[in-house]
């Protein structure tokens, strides 16, 4: 079924703001910034990884229960996980291409058994290919089983999922929406940080067939020419304004024209005539984006040049929202799967 407007929205005006807090060089015992060593074999893990990373996936998509979660997976094997993935995301440029079919995600924020659920729908990886937005942690009461699965579908098809960083994949955030205590409570302070390292490490942006851009938040005034991504130095923080910022903090605004400072305290808001100047500039047809709630689960704005996507069905048991999951086939038409709450 194609997609086609939704008239309804129920959009959440996060007021979470991000610190210009320098975590660059703190360690932990997970080690500092990762090395680029390409020769390390974590691009095809070897037969033994492979068995321990099947293992995972299928105690998680499989033998998973709230009861039972807790011994599931130990520390070590979960900081093990964040390493391996770090190294991928070290490895990839701050832009991703790209190529349809594809199906892709938006916000999941910790509801573990709703992120099951849209496998169940779409088909698991690595039968179909996905891209995901980001907010995979806070709010939600199983971050942890959330960015679990998805590091190890990374780390064992890592052509076959794409994670980008969402601005709840920063530790300013995540310390204060509930991902710091699911972590301590359950497990330790040092796993919490190994996970900081990872998600500094995460690419921001992904275009799919030269046409489509995709990221968490939105456009960015300050980005006129996609090949500043490469200059962008890895890891790092979010900063509060700037072009990072609005990838992962940016939102659509109907009421204005170009861009203004955002009310969240962070990024910008921009308005119809700034998308289509962007995308004219950049030679794009279509804004893939995130981070609001929105009531049907996807929605679109400035003449369908851009769509919200929300994978999160009733949101925290607030919203009384679907979930959708965007799919773009070989000749990039838009179809959508629905989910309501699980």
């Known amino acids: 079924m194609a997609i086609s407007p939704s008239h309804k929205t129920h959009a959440q005006n996060e007021k979470e703001k ?53 011994s599931m997976l130990t520390e070590s094997e979960i900081i093990e996980l964040c390493y391996r993935a770090r190294e991928l995301f070290w490895q990839q440029p701050t832009m991703i291409e790209l190529s349809a079919p594809i199906n892709i995600c938006g916000d999941i924020h910790g509801q ?4 099951v659920a849209l496998f169940t729908l779409n088909g698991f990886p690595p039968t179909k290919s996905y ?57 330790s302070v040092v ?5 900081q390292f ?24 300050g980005l006129t020419d996609l090949t500043q991504l490469e200059r962008i130095e ?21 009421t204005i024209t170009g861009y ?13 005539d700034a998308l289509k100047t962007f995308c004219d500039n950049l030679g794009l047809e279509l804004i893939v984006r995130a981070h609001q709630v929105v009531q049907d689960g996807y929605e679109f704005f400035g003449d369908r040049h851009l769509v919200t996507i929300f994978s999160a069905p ?7 929202n679907a979930a959708c999951i965007l799919t773009l086939s070989e000749n990039l038409v838009c179809l959508s799967s629905y989910l309501s709450e699980h």
């Open 314 to 320: 009733n949101y925290c048991g607030q919203f009384d």
């Open 18 to 70: 991000p610190s210009t807090q320098d975590t660059k060089n703190k360690e932990t015992k997970c080690g500092t910034e990762p090395k680029k060593d390409k020769s390390d074999g974590s691009k095809n893990p070897c037969n033994a990884v492979k068995a321990w990373l099947k293992e995972v996936i299928d105690k998680l998509t499989k033998s998973w229960s709230a009861a039972t979660c807790q």
């Open 112 to 115: 573990f058994e709703d992120l």
């Open 198 to 221: 990872a998600f500094y490490c995460m690419p921001f942006c992904a275009r799919i067939e030269k046409r489509i851009l995709c990221m968490h938040g939105g456009i960015s005034e």
């Open 131 to 187: 891209l995901f937005l980001g907010d995979y942690v806070d709010r939600g009461p199983y971050s942890l089983e959330c960015i679990v699965l998805l590091f190890a579908y990374k780390v064992m098809y890592p052509d076959r999922i794409t994670l980008l960083r969402g601005n709840h994949e920063s530790r300013p955030v995540n310390k204060q929406y509930g991902f710091y205590l699911e972590c301590t409570n359950r497990y």
């Open 234 to 254: 890895r890891p790092c923080d979010i900063p509060d304004m700037g072009v990072l910022a609005d990838l992962t903090w940016a939102d659509p605004d109907p």
């Open 260 to 272: 203004e400072e955002s009310p969240r305290g962070a990024a910008s808001v921009f308005g119809e």
């Open 191 to 195: 796993l919490y940080e190994c996970f």
